[in-house]
């Protein structure tokens, strides 16, 4: 009898596993040759003792049939199934390479309730035996019963179950049992027949090594209600898993002579004293788990050996597809590596020899903001995760690594582009679990909505912030709206809509001397939805600390708002904290002038005596750009000095009105000089211009927009400004240009700039001042210069300027101009009191963009007079910042 608990599972055993989670050695299982279980099996329980509740059983049988069920929860998907875990064992074939079976099922089963005290080894063998056989069951007198008997064949599984109050005869053999919680023991059913009896019994107490309470952790309670029952489970299954796999000894045994398998080689779930295995948390019902089961059921299971990644496991571990390269192009989103990783927890280690990379691109992005919500990759391990502004590596990177799953450290990448690797070696550590982040690629027309403060005179409208899958709630808002009512008079409030993060997130109402009204926080909904009915200026204050909510909107209704005609210049709420100016490389300046030699030609277009080469000529050499209707080259006149000329894809009808305008506007120092025109045979047309050395202003700020420092900028405004007063108030009847953009402005080699772009200028299409469309011809080009100033703040384009012109976008532009990240971070701002001067733009580049959509008749709209004005107090206040 003495060996028949040889096979026994105990924790002694299990403390071995120190040793091969230390990464040193190379632990591993191989198949012995002998007999592995891979046709469908049924599971006979003998079900001993009368510890048992209904409501166990059920518990017990579930978690058989959830082995190999096809049936998950999709619920908890977080949470390995059994199936899963039955997975991992499935992985395991013999030498034809047959996985273990896929169909585990329950068999016979007997009940045992005789006498249970002081039982001896002899006795249960008998038992035992006693199920094969219908007539030794009838000498029980009734403590023995079964559905059906057991029967000997391959596909059979037979396991019996202690329950805690079954007590052995206190001897030094049987003592060997209570050192153990399961095993397995040969037992000769017929005369020269033997079979194999797996055993698993319930712990008696909670000092029982068996007990999960023993080992006392951060365990919760039990998954179904009886800790004894529960600490079972994980042993009888993970009886079963060996049996498949090494029925005989010689299956899947490790190769070191430790004897190891599938199902002992790793810590059992609850030992705490190597490492900490994680379990997942049901507060409300109070218990823990870290697997489920068919109809609801969560079970504790103990980890097994995977032998793919060498590591102990409850999930085959998901690997990524090495050198696949995922881009990711939702600004908002979340990376994970590794398996089953709780945002606090991380279930099992990670697969070794993996390389994921991810790319994530959102190209208006101004920064993308990273959350690390769970980080497990071991400092002293090869393994690491790696994230870099833009995709290569060579780019600037950060490498995350912690031992223990936190991670304090969220950044922010000033870039649109991130790439991020994952990279584990040869050997994981037990305790690397993986890693969560969270990210968030921010454009500033993203934050357009909100963020600064946004002044509203007008009788009614909509307010709000709105998230979306393009326009993400984003953490750390601060914006106010503020209603002019006069004071004393009504100003109503209704909102529409409010869903923010109860508690953290807030929205805040406040009157005119900023006494607190309201502060709503959480979801409304219905009747619920607050209405307000206030007096004189109301100030809206929305705050978040979270990135979790849908945003709000509200109607507002001002009875008598103030006449906005006295308040011009709305402050803009700009925090400018120190901007890094970066070591952007210097694009060689392609336009080095070279002279040469020109080839006389009879000319046929010589006007004011200029001698052009020929056309052919200068197109291969000297293009110097090109636009959808033109191309422009570099030449030389006749008297050595460079030109420019535009050749016209397209023959337009109002060239000889362009023409017209041109010359007459030509004599203003910030308007590029027109110094001829001409028509070739085949009546295309050439027009000459003055040749600016450093090219567009717009190729300007993208590429060399460390070389325009701000006071280069406000020159360049004013120096604009003052061309497009000179359209639209000295010539008679008035020019407007039609498109001031940055391509159309030019900048010579002292950095003057001038206007050019002529393609699309008219006179004002009437000199009656009541029409409407001559004030929004006028009002489009004040419009155009506005989105220029935005440009000069933020040193590149707007995408899609249209879209600008609708109100809604107004706050966008608030936007633009009232985050610090969305200024020009290639500039260093020289001095605290600029900030008034960036202020002052802004406000300049608002008052410009906002009157242009305003259709209450243009009373308000600014004139290029009054811009002008505003501009020279901006370079006022930035000489004497600098100064
Ligand atoms: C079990 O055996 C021990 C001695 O081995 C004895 O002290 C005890 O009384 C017995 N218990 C019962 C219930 O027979
Ligand atoms: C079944 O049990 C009876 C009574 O214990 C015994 O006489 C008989 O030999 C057993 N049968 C077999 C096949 O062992
Ligand atoms: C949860 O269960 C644990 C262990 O059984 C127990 O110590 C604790 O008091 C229980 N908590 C609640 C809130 O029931
Ligand atoms: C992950 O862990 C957190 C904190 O322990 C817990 O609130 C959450 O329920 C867990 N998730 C799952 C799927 O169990
Ligand atoms: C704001 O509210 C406070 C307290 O209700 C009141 O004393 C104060 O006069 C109010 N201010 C305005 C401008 O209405
Ligand atoms: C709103 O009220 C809560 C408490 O009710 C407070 O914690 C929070 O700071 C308030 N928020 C604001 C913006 O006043
Ligand atoms: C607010 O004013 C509106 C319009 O005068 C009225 O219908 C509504 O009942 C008022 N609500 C409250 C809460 O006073
Ligand atoms: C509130 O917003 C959350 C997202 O933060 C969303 O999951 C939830 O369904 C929303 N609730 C309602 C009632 O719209």
Not at 56 to 79: F, G, H, M, W
Not at 664 to 692: A, C, T
Request: glycine fraction near 8%; proline fraction near 3%; hydrophobic fraction near 35%.
């Amino acid at each position: 009898m003495a060996g028949f608990f040889l096979m026994g599972t105990s924790l002694f055993i299990l403390a071995q596993f120190q040793c091969f989670s230390s990464g040193e050695s190379s632990f591993g299982l191989s198949y012995h040759g002998g007999k592995l279980m891979t046709e469908p099996v049924s599971v006979n329980i003998l079900w001993f003792g009368t510890g048992w509740q209904e409501s166990d059983r059920e518990a017990i049988r579930k978690s058989v049939t959830s082995l190999t069920s096809s049936q998950y929860l999709v619920k908890d998907s977080e949470v390995p199934t059994l199936g899963n875990w039955w997975e991992i064992i499935r992985q395991y074939g013999d030498s034809n390479n047959v996985p273990v079976t896929d169909r585990v099922d329950l068999g016979a089963e007997c009940f045992y309730t005789g006498p249970e005290l002081n039982m001896t080894l002899d006795q249960v063998v008998y038992i035992g035996r006693s199920v094969f056989n219908k007539s030794s069951i009838k000498g029980f007198d009734g403590n023995l019963n079964c559905y059906r008997l057991f029967e000997v064949n391959d596909n059979s599984i037979y396991h019996i179950v202690f329950s805690y109050t079954v007590m052995f005869l206190d001897s030094k053999e049987q003592r060997q049992l209570m050192d153990m919680c399961s095993g397995s023991f040969q037992l000769e059913v017929f005369a020269g027949l033997k079979v194999n009896i797996l055993w698993a019994r319930a712990p008696q107490n909670a000092a029982d090594q068996c007990s999960m309470l023993f080992h006392g952790n951060s365990y919760l309670g039990p998954p179904n209600g009886d800790e004894k029952v529960d600490s079972l489970v994980g042993y009888m299954l993970a009886n079963i898993a060996e049996e498949v796999t090494n029925q005989d000894g010689s299956g899947w045994v490790s190769n070191d002579g430790s004897g190891m398998t599938v199902s002992n080689s790793c810590a059992s779930p609850f030992w705490r004293d190597n490492g900490d295995p994680p379990l997942f948390r049901d507060t409300e019902k109070n218990m823990s788990f870290n697997v489920v089961g068919l109809n609801g059921y969560r079970y504790i299971m103990p980890y097994v050996w995977d032998q793919k990644t060498r590591n102990c496991a409850l999930k085959l571990s998901e690997t990524c597809e090495t050198n696949a390269m995922v881009i990711l192009k939702e600004p908002k989103g979340y990376l994970r590596g590794g398996i089953i990783v709780n945002h606090s927890n991380g279930l099992q280690p990670y697969p070794p020899n993996q390389k994921c990379r991810w790319a994530i691109h959102y190209p208006t992005a101004k920064f993308i903001r990273f959350t690390i919500n769970y980080l497990s990759v071991a400092a002293d391990s090869d393994d690491h995760l790696l994230i870099c502004k833009a995709k290569s590596k060579s780019a600037e990177c950060s490498t995350l690594k912690s031992n223990n799953g936190r991670y304090e450290k969220n950044f922010k990448l000033m870039s649109s582009k991130a790439y991020i690797e994952f990279r584990t070696g040869d050997q994981v550590s037990f305790e690397s679990r993986g890693w969560e982040l969270s990210y968030t690629a921010v454009s500033c027309t993203m934050l357009g909505l909100c963020y600064g403060k946004e002044n509203l005179y007008k009788h009614d409208g909509n307010i709000g912030y709105v998230a979306s899958t393009s326009f993400p709630y984003v953490e750390g808002l601060k914006c106010l709206w503020v209603l002019h009512g006069k004071p004393g008079t009504p100003v109503f409030i209704t909102f529409t809509h409010i869903n923010i993060s109860k508690g953290l997130d807030f929205l805040a109402i406040y009157n005119g001397t900023m006494q607190q009204i309201a502060n709503f926080s959480g979801l409304f909904t219905g009747s619920d939805l607050p209405q307000l009915n206030l007096s004189g200026e109301v100030i809206i204050a929305f705050t978040t600390q979270t990135d979790q909510g849908e945003g709000w909107s509200a109607n507002f209704y001002i009875t008598h708002p103030v006449n906005h005609d006295k308040k011009v210049f709305v402050v803009i709420l700009i925090v400018v904290l120190a901007l890094i100016a970066a070591s952007v490389s210097l694009l060689a300046v392609a336009l080095a002038v070279v002279r040469k030699k020109l080839e006389r030609k009879n000319a046929t277009d010589s006007d004011e005596g200029l001698i052009l080469m020929s056309i052919e000529a200068i197109q291969v050499e000297n293009r110097i750009g090109e636009g959808p209707s033109a191309v422009v080259y570099r030449a030389v006149s006749t008297d050595g000095g460079l030109v420019a000329i535009k050749s016209l894809k397209v023959i337009a009808a109002e060239t000889e009105l362009q023409q017209e305008i041109m010359a007459k506007s030509s004599s203003h120092p910030n308007i590029i000089s027109f110094l001829g025109h001409s028509q070739d045979g085949l009546g295309r047309h050439y027009f000459v211009f003055e040749y600016m050395g450093r090219g567009d202003l717009s190729l300007n700020l993208r590429q060399r927009g460390e070389t325009l420092d701000w006071d280069k900028r406000i020159a360049i405004a004013l120096q604009i400004c003052s061309a497009i007063q000179m359209l639209h108030m000295y010539l008679k009847p008035p020019v407007y240009h039609g498109n001031i953009t940055s391509e159309n402005i030019f900048l010579d080699e002292f950095y003057n700039a001038k206007l050019g772009g002529f393609g699309a200028a008219n006179y004002c299409s009437s000199s009656n001042r009541a029409n409407p469309e001559q004030l929004s011809e006028m009002a489009e080009d004040i419009w155009s210069f506005g989105l220029l100033l935005v440009e000069l703040l933020r040193g590149e384009p707007l995408v899609d300027r249209e879209t600008y012109k609708n109100s809604r976008r107004l706050e966008e532009i608030n936007e633009l101009l009232g985050s610090q990240e969305c200024i020009d971070r290639r500039l260093t701002i020289p001095h605290e009191t600029c900030k008034m001067g960036f202020v002052k733009l802004g406000e300049i580049a608002k008052w410009c963009i906002d009157s242009s959509w305003r259709v209450e008749g243009g009373k308000n709209n600014p004139k290029i007079g009054d811009v002008l004005s505003g501009l020279k107090q901006v370079k006022l206040l930035f000489s004497t910042a600098s100064g």
